[in-house]
């Protein structure tokens, strides 16, 4: 009668967790080795120091087996199969989370007078090459644009009334007849502003906007518009051919 041989993989992959972190990772390592050299390994994988190492073994479905307390005993002596779980015990007195709990580490911070002395930070580098706000006369072109274009604005309203027939175009979106119903600033946003109440529900209100009326219509006919997106003129409303047979 042939005899039975039985074969043991001399490498075992094993799950590692800790009381110092959080995290658990895998490992594989042979099973001819002790547990004191085991602890050495374990090491640089959990952060905690060999000789304050217990070892507590775990089956695959993380069911307490044993200690691992006998430093000359083998790795494969216990019963450890692939994705077993070695928990390691740190008894040197370090707490779960103090490597990553980065609230208990101490910042380091510089004054801003200080800061704005350094050469070699975010700021000296923007203000080398005149990067962003840093750029003097792009900001001062940038809002000497927008005041001319505020200003343009601002005439167009003046020129506006309400109750003027109007052409609504803005870029995007299609071209709208309605009725000046408010020409001023508002609360929602700074400028001048137009209300208009449009021929056909295309608006986005009933000249309500945040909670303060600005003039009345029917919900979904009103909108408000930049003065130079719109111009005034003889614009009948448009018949939809409901009198057509």
Not at 126 to 136: A, C, D, L, S
Not at 168 to 195: C, E, I, N, S
Not at 212 to 225: A, I, P
Request: glycine fraction near 8%; hydrophobic fraction near 35%; proline fraction near 3%.
């Amino acid at each position: 009668m042939d005899g039975l041989t039985v074969v043991t993989d001399p490498t075992v992959n094993v799950r590692l967790t800790s009381t110092i972190s959080s995290f658990e990772v895998q490992r594989r390592f042979n099973r001819g080795i002790t547990i004191a050299e085991l602890k050495g390994r374990l090491e640089m994988v959990v952060g905690a120091s060999a000789p304050c190492m217990d070892l507590d073994l775990f089956s695959v479905s993380d069911k307490f087996l044993q200690k691992m307390d006998d430093n000359e005993a083998l790795l494969g002596s216990y019963p450890v199969d692939d994705d077993c779980r070695i928990h390691v015990i740190d008894k040197s007195g370090q707490q779960f989370g103090e490597f990553t709990d980065v609230s208990k580490v101490e910042k380091f911070e510089l004054s801003d007078d200080i800061y704005e002395k350094k050469t070699d930070t975010a700021r000296s580098f923007m203000k080398k090459h005149r990067v962003g706000h840093f750029n003097e006369e792009e900001v001062a072109r940038k809002k000497a644009e927008l005041a001319a274009r505020e200003e343009e604005q601002k005439a167009a309203a003046e020129a506006i009334s309400v109750g003027n027939r109007c052409k609504v175009q803005v870029a995007g979106q299609p071209t709208r007849l309605g009725t000046v119903m408010y020409v001023g600033t508002t609360d929602f946003k700074p400028g001048h502003w137009v209300g208009v109440k449009y021929d056909e529900p295309h608006g986005k209100h009933n000249g309500t906007v945040e909670g303060k009326q600005y003039f009345q219509c029917e919900d979904k006919y009103g909108g408000f518009v930049k003065p130079l997106s719109l111009t005034v003129g003889d614009f009948p409303e448009e018949d939809f051919g409901l009198d057509e047979m």
